[in-house]
């Protein structure tokens, strides 16, 4: 389980790392503003989370690679709200 905090532009902290095949479970709370998780080529999406509320996905890690996710409110991805999920052998 990752807790992972969503603030002005950023995720804290903005790397994970998985073994592939592990149940990743991701926990969002947005801090301030509203927020989303995305990644997009394993299908992974928490929806827009209210400053001050928690959303949580699961998921399995079934590929190794690197995947990046992102906030898709808005500006926030292009301000720099984006992270790397690193999924290892």
Known sequence: TFIIEAGSFSYNP???IVKKGDTVIIE???VDLMHNFNIDELGVKIPTTQSGQTNTVEFTANEAGSY???CSIGQHRQQGQIGTLIVQE
């Open 28 to 30: 969002l709370t947005a």
């Open 68 to 70: 990046q996710f992102y």
């Open 14 to 16: 903005n790397t994970i």
